[in-house]
């Protein structure tokens, strides 16, 4: 008869084999995770291949995204502006890069109210507006426009929103227009935005600098969000007829690119640290 010794020591192999077997499993897994071959086998294991190929496209999308925002850059200007006309209606010329900056620098976009709801959406009473308009005709940089003098933002919002609807070449200029129209309409997220940037630089450079400037300004209204109930999408539809005018004279066309309009911007705000 065998041992009581050597009876625990086959009971004691039988266990260590049972508790291996789910380790070696877990290996298993792990080597077909990675589309390593199994022993002699000489194909690889596919049963993982799915995820493997989420997780390449994911890491593809990261590294266009990174070469984007290192590729060049839409030019800043480095100069201080010297600006020579302060009115609302009038362009604001400046000296330094010798085209128009078409007031929102010189004016100032200054991040109050933010956590107003319906920032942007919610209209101000017109005549306000039109006092808005006046002061920075007669008084230019030196308008009050503190809450002091106008305690709803709404008023100081739809100035600006007027602003840009007044101005005789859209912010967004008729020649890029197609071409930010063209990104909206793609599908593959990587391949919109290098549209979307290749779009940016054909803006003359005063237009760019203002579009930035205001992009930065709105991503911060979408920060405030859960209070202000603007994201980058209500903010799109705000704003896209806005800073936006189809060159083609059929209304009906026109009217189609509104949606695209309203997507151009909603990717600008969303994408407003890889795009500028």
Known sequence: MPSKESWSGRKANRAAVHK????????????????????????????????????????????????????????????????????????HWCEYCANFMWGLIAQGVKCAGLNSEGLYRVSGFSDLIEDVKMAFDRDGEKADISVNMYEDINIITGALKLYFRDLPIPLITYDAYPKFIESAKIMDPDEQLETLHEALKLLPPAHCETLRYLMAHLKRVTLHEKENLMNAENLGIVFGPTLMRSPELDAMAALNDIRYQRLVVELLIKNEDILF
Do not use: C
């Not at 925002?69 to 006309?85: G, T």
């Open 20 to 91: 291996s077997k789910p380790e070696g499993r877990q290996q298993d897994l792990l080597i077909a995770a990675l589309g390593m071959k199994l022993g002699s086998q000489k194909s690889s294991v596919t049963i993982w291949q799915p995820l493997k190929l989420f997780a390449y496209s994911q890491l593809t999308s990261l590294v266009r995204r990174a070469t984007l925002k290192e590729n060049e850059q839409i030019p800043k200007y480095e100069k201080v502006h010297n600006f020579k006309v302060h009115t609302f209606r009038g362009p």
